[in-house]
């Protein structure tokens, strides 16, 4: 298993071609009478503006101030930010983005936490870690998040966080890891199976789940064609930048904490500037399509319950979830909170508060 330094260098013949592209952009007009969603028509003219102009070297130059590597782990490679602190005998904790984000959503909050080693992670087939030769199961990469951090980095104890397709991975590195994982912060909590959900006569576990199951239709579009029609879809937004850039952006604005019906409010909590580097990352390292494997091809695995130490900080967007679950899966429970602001992006949208939050959970690990 080796380490290789890595630096982000995207061709200047990409940079133009997607400049051209951009200025050749044919927008459409807002359908009359569809369906709210986080997308409109003029938002993505003056995203895709933005764009045309966006200085990506000063960009570049910001992500390469963060020390970056090509681990090779069990026949996979892996592209990882690991930023150590000053401190001597700093805790180490891993964080793992989700879908549609890439690691660089992370790294504001990583770069709030000076006195831990963090190790932001990039999912295969996202961004710069090229895509796995099997299936992007949850086991493989709890595996896979394991050995980096233990047999690559060489750390012995760690915290671990994840987010969206990543929360279960991280459920399953802590249950799976207990003698290595000192602790995991959570800001989305384990779901029950759907035979639990339906056999659970705890009112309030009830109504959180019907709730969840009831808007679930409406934002569930993505989800379908992504785990059904993936390649043809693939093949639109790797070759549309306006395409590719609406379909990330609905996400962002749609599961962030932001006013519904006003698309632009996510820069509120995601900058322009944050919103447009996630978009040319995806577009310079064409891997939308490999992104879209874990919805189909990441079937998910049976999680024991975590018996290490856990925080658990409840996202807006699901805000009534269950504290009687929570108790029962994460048996040693030191924190429940909800929190009164950040959503399905937690720790890009509100950083500060939860590396504070994440500072205090440690504290009381010593």
Not at 5 to 15: E, G, I, K, R, S
Not at 119 to 124: I, R
Not at 295 to 316: C, K, M, S
Request: no cysteine; aromatic share 10%.
């Amino acid at each position: 298993m080796t380490l290789r330094p890595f630096a982000v260098d995207v061709p200047q013949p990409v940079l133009d071609d997607l400049r051209d592209r951009l200025a050749r952009t044919r927008t459409l007009d807002d359908s009359p009478r569809r369906p709210a969603s986080g997308m409109t028509a003029a938002y993505l003219r003056d995203l895709v503006a933005s764009w045309q102009t966006f200085d990506w070297r000063a960009r570049e130059a910001w992500l390469n101030g963060h020390p970056q590597f090509l681990a090779d782990v069990d026949g996979a490679t892996l592209h990882v930010v690991h930023q150590r602190s000053a401190t001597p005998g700093a805790r180490a904790i891993v964080v793992m983005h989700g879908w549609p984000h890439t690691f660089a959503l992370q790294l504001d909050f990583a770069d709030l936490l000076p006195d831990f080693d963090v190790v932001v992670v990039s999912l295969p087939g996202f961004a710069f870690s090229p895509p796995l030769d099997g299936p992007p199961t949850e086991q493989r990469l709890a595996g896979l998040v394991h050995a980096l951090m233990t047999d690559v980095l060489g750390y012995s104890s760690y915290l671990t966080y994840g987010e969206d397709l990543t929360a279960n991975v991280s459920d399953l590195v802590a249950a799976t890891h207990p003698d290595a994982v000192a602790g995991i912060v959570v800001t989305h909590a384990h779901f029950l199976s759907q035979e639990e959900r339906e056999s659970t006569t705890d009112p309030t576990e009830r109504a959180f789940y019907d709730r969840m199951a009831a808007g679930w239709y409406e934002q569930a579009g993505y989800a379908h064609v992504q785990s059904t029609r993936p390649d043809t879809l693939a093949a639109a937004l790797n070759d549309s930048p306006a395409g590719l850039l609406a379909w990330i952006t609905e996400k962002l604005v749609e599961w962030s904490d932001t006013p519904a019906g006003d698309p632009a409010a996510v820069e509120r909590r995601i900058s322009r500037e944050r919103i447009l580097t996630e978009a040319t990352l995806y577009w310079a390292t064409q891997s939308i399509g490999s992104s879209f494997r874990t919805a189909y091809d990441g079937a998910d695995a049976v999680i024991p319950p975590v018996e290490v130490p856990a925080a658990v900080f409840v996202q807006r967007h699901e805000h009534d979830n269950p504290e009687s679950v929570a108790r029962r899966f994460y048996r040693d429970l030191r924190v429940f909170e909800r929190l009164p602001e950040g959503g399905h992006f937690a720790v890009a949208e509100v950083p500060a508060a939860m590396a504070e939050r994440v500072r205090r959970f440690a504290r009381e690990l010593d």
